[in-house]
């Protein structure tokens, strides 16, 4: 069986909804080691939001 491509706008939309996925799991990431004083988790946090 072969796999057929993905249209291209298919293709960056998905990439797109990933990005912004991560994005915001790194935000609440942020916020829940902000309350809990966690810097080192908070650093990561913000590495990760940026990266993105």
Do not use: S
């Amino acid at each position: 069986m072969i796999e057929q491509p993905q249209p291209l706008d298919e293709a960056v939309l998905g990439d797109l909804l990933l990005e912004y996925q991560l994005l915001r799991r790194a935000t609440y990431l942020k916020a829940l080691a902000t309350q809990k004083n966690h810097p080192e988790v908070t650093d990561l946090a913000e590495r990760l939001m940026v990266a993105r």
